[in-house]
């Protein structure tokens, strides 16, 4: 039981003082995709090597959420989130100091895996110092944050490489965990659920191995030629997600990471489809978009950051609307609304994007897809969710961000893949037609001059690609970034097809399956009680009634974040 100091703290300050970690683990997600040019080109990176810095943060986190929260359970909530705290500056610090691409891609995992391990275990803490009665604003404080960060990363991180450098982008989390550390230690009891489930390590394991399998073939892919390894990549990964199902089913009653109840409840398996085709399609579609404003239209990365916000700022604006409007029984109406918008958003940027469009052109598809974003996110968790029962509560909310996350992370492998397909095959044909204007004994060594352009693994800087022969005069340099600038564009509206294409498929999901009923009288549900070692019942005050280990607790698998935290 809590000591009189601690039960006299407010709830919402608790929250606040566990949001901060939180907020810092979400930032980290979009801050780096402004940075990205000025990434590699301070390392020398190429674009594989640009998408990986990406997309290891994605695939620790995403892949380590439930069993976190199971570790919260098991040893408290407030330590794993110290120690997933603790891991997270570590690794940010390690970012911040890489001297090279691979130090820089594994910090990042680490840094996710610390995210992984944090963010679950503000669901029990809720739970545990809120009445049921306050759940839902407490949770829908945690959801408004999820749009702050998005908001905040393009913006926050486009000031600190315009006036710092992108490092700073990473040491600037060691002096906001050291402050979060510190008010947990001193606000934040060390609540002890002590509930024992299995921490499904093996399944785990092979859920990364499978997304690593599939990413490391897909992003890859160009660099090795498309050869024998990254299709034996690809089709390996492939099979130990097949296994990973199988091996779900068959442990359907001892603790499963996927339990497949949950899953035959329609809203909340379309709630799913409809969560990874939204991750898939913002982190796929943020990635080009922020590489195309600042190497092909020459934006500041503070002007590119500023012109991106439009779309989460947009969407923070709707979002209560798009809320009010599902509270009213127009859920399905709201989320087929939103994901049109964000479809014709995109479309619209396909089709106005060029190598000088103008600022000006692009406000209308960001605020187009910002309104998609709000109209799509603000009733998804609510719809989702509505006949979950409660004591699956926790899994099923984690679940829900499992599937975006995982949906990001395919959208960093595929649409890297053909962002680096297109732009070496438009490279390669513009080398190929200089060449011909050439001598043909010259032919030879102008191509093989140009290889690092077109070899798959081109790397692009702040500015877009290194002009390719050493010493190359200003004209020279002017006609390969011209090229490059085509080469982009055209690539971009290649791979923005893909989210164009999945929004289509929620969309008839979202359609066929989700429907308008009104929640389940479950009745309210219980906080988990407390429970602490060797702290005795205030003075005067005698100890409550133990409840039932399974009085209304809630699986924490999850973290307590509405969808749409990318």
Same mark, same amino acid.
């Given at each position: 039981?809590?000591?009189?100091?601690?039960?006299?703290?407010?709830?919402?300050?608790i929250?606040?003082?566990?949001?901060m970690?939180?907020?810092?683990?979400?930032?980290?997600?979009?801050?780096v995709?402004?940075?990205?040019?000025?990434?590699?080109?301070?390392?020398?990176?190429?674009?594989?090597?640009?998408?990986?810095?990406?997309?290891?943060?994605?695939?620790?986190?995403?892949?380590?959420?439930?069993?976190?929260?199971r570790?919260?359970?098991l040893?408290?909530?407030?330590?794993?989130?110290?120690?997933?705290?603790?891991?997270?500056v570590?690794?940010?610090?390690?970012?911040?100091?890489? %001297?090279n691409?691979?130090?820089?891609?594994?910090?990042?995992?680490?840094?996710?895996?610390?995210?992984?391990?944090?963010?679950?275990?503000?669901?029990?803490?809720?739970?545990?110092?809120?009445?049921?009665?306050?759940?839902?604003?407490?949770?829908?404080?945690?959801?408004?944050?999820?749009?702050?960060?998005?908001?905040?990363g393009?913006?926050?991180?486009?000031?600190?490489?315009?006036?710092?450098?992108?490092?700073?982008?990473?040491?600037?989390?060691?002096?906001?965990?050291l402050?979060?550390?510190?008010?947990?230690?001193?606000?934040?009891?060390?609540?002890?659920?002590?509930?024992?489930?299995?921490?499904?390590?093996?399944?785990?394991?092979?859920?990364?191995?499978?997304?690593?399998?599939?990413?490391?073939?897909?992003?890859?892919?160009?660099?090795?030629?498309?050869?024998?390894?990254?299709?034996?990549?690809?089709?390996?990964?492939?099979?130990?997600?097949?296994?990973?199902?199988?091996?779900?089913?068959?442990?359907?009653r001892?603790?499963?990471?996927?339990?497949?109840?949950?899953?035959?409840?329609?809203?909340?398996?379309?709630?799913?489809?409809?969560?990874?085709?939204?991750?898939?399609?913002?982190?796929?579609?943020?990635?080009?978009?922020?590489?195309?404003?600042?190497?092909v239209?020459?934006?500041?990365?503070?002007?590119?950051?500023?012109?991106?916000?439009?779309?989460?700022?947009?969407?923070?604006?709707?979002?209560?609307?798009?809320?009010?409007?599902?509270?009213?029984?127009?859920g399905?109406?709201?989320?087929?609304?939103?994901?049109a918008?964000?479809?014709?958003?995109?479309?619209?940027?396909?089709?106005?994007?060029?190598?000088?469009?103008?600022?000006?052109?692009?406000?209308?598809?960001?605020?187009?897809a910002?309104?998609?974003?709000?109209?799509?996110?603000?009733?998804?968790?609510?719809?989702?969710?509505?006949?979950?029962?409660?004591?699956?509560?926790?899994?099923?909310?984690?679940?829900?961000?499992?599937?975006?996350?995982i949906?990001?992370?395919?959208?960093?492998?595929?649409?890297?893949?053909?962002?680096?397909m297109?732009?070496?095959?438009?490279?390669?044909?513009w080398v190929?037609?200089?060449?011909?204007?050439?001598?043909?004994?010259?032919?030879?060594?102008?191509?093989?001059?140009?290889?690092?352009?077109?070899?798959?693994?081109?790397?692009?800087?702040?500015?877009?690609?290194? %002009?390719?022969?050493?010493?190359?005069?200003?004209?020279?340099?002017?006609?390969?970034?011209?090229?490059?600038?085509?080469?982009?564009?055209?690539?971009?509206?290649?791979?923005?097809?893909?989210?164009?294409?999945?929004?289509?498929?929620?969309?008839v999901?979202a359609?066929?399956?989700?429907?308008?009923?009104?929640?389940?009288?479950?009745?309210? %549900?219980?906080?988990?009680?407390?429970?602490t070692?060797?702290?005795? %019942?205030?003075?005067?005050?005698?100890a409550?009634?133990?409840?039932?280990?399974?009085?209304?607790?809630?699986?924490?698998?999850?973290?307590?974040?509405?969808?749409?935290?990318?």
């Amino acid at each position: 039981m809590p000591d009189r100091q601690t039960r006299d703290k407010s709830p919402w300050l608790i929250l606040g003082v566990l949001s901060m970690g939180f907020f810092m683990t979400l930032l980290d997600m979009t801050i780096v995709n402004i940075a990205l040019p000025h990434v590699m080109s301070g390392l020398h990176a190429s674009l594989d090597e640009g998408l990986w810095v990406f997309s290891a943060y994605i695939l620790g986190y995403a892949t380590l959420l439930i069993v976190a929260g199971r570790l919260g359970d098991l040893f408290g909530p407030r330590r794993v989130y110290l120690y997933g705290l603790a891991l997270f500056v570590a690794a940010s610090c390690l970012c911040g100091a890489a %001297p090279n691409a691979g130090v820089l891609i594994g910090a990042r995992f680490a840094q996710g895996v610390g995210g992984a391990m944090l963010a679950p275990q503000i669901l029990p803490i809720v739970t545990m110092v809120f009445p049921p009665s306050k759940w839902g604003a407490a949770f829908g404080f945690t959801g408004a944050l999820s749009g702050l960060a998005v908001l905040t990363g393009p913006t926050l991180g486009g000031v600190i490489v315009s006036y710092l450098d992108w490092r700073w982008i990473f040491y600037l989390n060691l002096p906001i965990g050291l402050a979060t550390a510190y008010l947990v230690l001193k606000h934040v009891h060390d609540y002890r659920p002590g509930k024992r489930q299995p921490l499904a390590l093996v399944p785990t394991a092979l859920l990364i191995l499978g997304l690593s399998g599939l990413a490391f073939g897909l992003i890859e892919g160009e660099r090795l030629d498309w050869d024998a390894t990254a299709w034996a990549s690809i089709a390996a990964g492939l099979l130990i997600l097949v296994y990973f199902g199988f091996d779900q089913r068959r442990h359907q009653r001892s603790g499963p990471l996927l339990p497949f109840d949950l899953l035959k409840l329609r809203n909340f398996a379309s709630a799913n489809i409809v969560a990874a085709v939204m991750g898939f399609s913002m982190l796929g579609a943020f990635l080009p978009i922020s590489l195309y404003l600042q190497t092909v239209l020459g934006m500041t990365p503070l002007r590119a950051g500023f012109t991106i916000a439009v779309m989460p700022l947009t969407s923070a604006l709707v979002a209560g609307i798009g809320g009010k409007l599902s509270d009213r029984g127009s859920g399905k109406a709201v989320i087929l609304t939103g994901l049109a918008c964000f479809t014709a958003g995109l479309g619209a940027f396909i089709l106005v994007t060029r190598t000088d469009t103008g600022t000006l052109d692009l406000i209308g598809p960001f605020l187009l897809a910002g309104l998609g974003m709000g109209l799509v996110f603000s009733p998804l968790f609510s719809v989702g969710m509505r006949q979950v029962p409660p004591p699956q509560a926790g899994v099923a909310s984690g679940l829900v961000n499992t599937s975006q996350e995982i949906g990001g992370l395919l959208a960093s492998a595929a649409i890297g893949a053909v962002l680096s397909m297109r732009i070496s095959s438009g490279l390669r044909s513009w080398v190929n037609e200089q060449a011909q204007a050439l001598p043909a004994e010259a032919r030879e060594g102008f191509k093989q001059a140009f290889a690092p352009l077109t070899d798959g693994a081109v790397k692009i800087g702040s500015g877009g690609p290194p %002009p390719a022969v050493a010493g190359a005069d200003p004209a020279q340099a002017a006609k390969v970034q011209d090229a490059f600038a085509d080469a982009f564009t055209n690539a971009m509206h290649s791979g923005l097809l893909l989210p164009v294409g999945l929004l289509a498929l929620g969309w008839v999901t979202a359609l066929l399956l989700i429907r308008d009923t009104p929640a389940p009288a479950f009745g309210p %549900p219980k906080p988990p009680p407390a429970r602490t070692t060797g702290s005795a %019942p205030a003075a005067g005050k005698s100890a409550p009634a133990k409840q039932p280990e399974s009085a209304g607790k809630a699986e924490t698998a999850g973290p307590a974040q509405q969808p749409g935290t990318a």
